[in-house]
């Protein structure tokens, strides 16, 4: 997979892609991420890339100019599966639309800013909108490394142990079940017995009485979908 993303801020996003799982997929050879410079098609040579909305409305637009000419210039190197607009009203994330989106070969992702890009890149570049939640960030940035860190962590090779990722809160759309770790005992908390069993048939039955009933007790939405 090739990962592209178009930014205002290229050296934050290079920051949270050099550690963790992010870094290892690269090294491995599984994904490919690189970072564009919105400002490097900026049409003015103070590098700016927003201007006032028409209409008088409150706050700057990203311009569509410079999104459609680093656009055009991507699209002559790869094909896009999708072209994704970070935006608070967009697609909610989740682990199905994650799933989805790993078994794309290329993605583009355009992190927004200010009161967001001019519609008619909504209306004719961009083929996915997603959002991270019912709030509003600084930028679009941290949303793209939520959407690439989701996407990437399931992708076959990836993790050291591929189960993990299959066992993860809402892959089966319940979340998951307590883990505990040596000791066994600890300032008198102790490891539930079955955990100790060795049964894995009990083990796995437990697992899934936890997940069901803590989902039911934390997030009783994900079992009304």
């Known amino acids: 997979m090739h990962i592209d993303i178009i930014t205002l801020f290229p050296e934050l996003l290079s920051n949270i892609f050099s550690h963790s ?17 919105l400002r490097d098609y900026a049409l003015n040579k103070y590098k700016s890339v927003d201007d006032y909305a028409y209409g008088g409305a409150a706050g700057m637009v990203m311009q569509i100019e410079p999104i459609y000419n680093c656009l055009k210039d991507l699209k002559e190197k790869r094909e896009y599966d999708e072209i994704i607009y970070t935006a608070p009203d967009g697609e909610m994330l989740n682990q199905q639309v994650s799933n989805e989106l790993s078994l794309k070969n290329n993605i583009c992702i355009l992190c927004g800013h200010y009161k967001g890009v001019d519609e008619r890149v909504r209306e004719h570049l961009i083929t996915r909108e997603i959002s991270i939640g019912n709030y509003v960030l600084s930028g679009g940035e941290l949303a793209a490394a939520v959407i690439s860190d989701a996407i990437i962590r399931v992708i076959p090779g990836v993790l050291n142990d591929e189960t993990s990722a299959l066992t993860d809160s809402f892959q089966n759309n319940l979340v998951s079940p307590p883990v505990y770790s040596r000791p066994a005992e600890f300032n008198g908390w102790k490891v539930p017995d079955i955990l100790l069993s060795g049964n894995d048939k009990l083990i796995d039955n437990w697992n899934l009485e936890q997940s069901i009933n803590r989902t039911k007790e934390r997030r009783p939405e994900i079992l009304i979908k």
Do not use: A, D, P
């Open 21 to 37: 799982i992010m870094q290892r997929s690269q090294t491995k050879g599984i994904v490919g991420v690189e970072f564009h410079n």
